[in-house]
T-cell receptor, first 115, second 114 residues
Framework: AQSVTQLDSHVSVSEGTPVLLRCNYS??????LFWYVQHPNKGLQLLLK??????LVKGINGFEAEFKKSETSFHLTKPSAHMSDAAEYFC?????????????FGTGTQLKVEL | ETGVTQTPRHLVMGMTNKKSLKCEQH?????MYWYKQSAKKPLELMFV???????ENNSVPSRFSPECPNSSHLFLHLHTLQPEDSALYLC?????????????FGPGTRLLVL
């Protein structure tokens, strides 16, 4: 079975400082991994995804994530936070089993950006 | 915008009402999904349709009834709901159902059951 653990339910940073949102996964197969962002009263927007190509994945809005198989981690980073980054972030794993695209979501990390 | 629209955006209904949620995708995808997002809980997959056939039913109570008349439209028919069914219901679509496929989400319908 696959699972995702987002280690922090809330993260608070100052504008202009780095962002680190942590995610660990468990999967019996070679996984695909995603980060989605959800702004208030909006749906989920894809930030980036890993699908067994380069382990360092670059996404939109300056975000990137590194797939580390030995640590079973897929942490999301950004060098400099902006006020507009305040939102909820979800780490997601998708198993490479037969039978379809089954995503397992983490519980989310709420990012707060302060002046 | 992601190319996936949902209506209505907000819905309040009593436990004896019957209502339907609608999802439409303008991306040319052939797989569509319903998710439930409750407070303090991870997103839960409810149903998956691929090429208009249901391929996944994740132990969802029968008071939720999905319908996929074509690859662009997906409905969720609701009847005799319970207060614990209050949640944000999200629709998503993808090009296929392979595990590398990206799912694109709509803005959701916020449902309150009284």
């Amino acid at each position: 079975a696959q699972s995702v653990t987002q280690l922090d339910s809330h993260v608070s940073v100052s504008e202009g400082t780095p962002v680190l949102l942590r995610c660990n996964y468990s999967s019996s197969y070679s996984p695909s991994l995603f980060w989605y962002v959800q702004h208030p009263n909006k749906g989920l927007q894809l930030l980036l995804k890993y699908t067994s190509a380069a382990t360092l994945v670059k996404g939109i809005n300056g975000f990137e994530a590194e797939f580390k198989k030995s640590e079973t981690s897929f942490h999301l980073t950004k060098p400099s936070a902006h006020m507009s980054d305040a939102a909820e972030y979800f780490c997601v794993v998708s198993d490479r089993r037969g039978g379809g695209n089954k995503l397992t979501f983490g519980t989310g990390t709420q990012l707060k950006v302060e002046l | 915008e992601t190319g996936v629209t949902q209506t209505p955006r907000h819905l309040v209904m009593g436990m004896t009402n019957k209502k339907s949620l609608k999802c439409e995708q303008h991306l040319g995808h052939n797989a569509m999904y319903w998710y439930k997002q409750s407070a303090k809980k991870p997103l839960e997959l409810m149903f998956v349709y691929s090429l208009e056939e249901r391929v996944e039913n994740n132990s969802v109570p029968s008071r939720f009834s999905p319908e996929c008349p074509n690859s662009s439209h997906l409905f969720l028919h609701l009847h005799t709901l319970q207060p614990e069914d209050s949640a944000l219901y999200l629709c998503a679509s993808s090009h296929g159902t392979g595990t590398e496929e990206t799912q694109y989400f709509g803005p959701g319908t916020r449902l309150l059951v009284l």
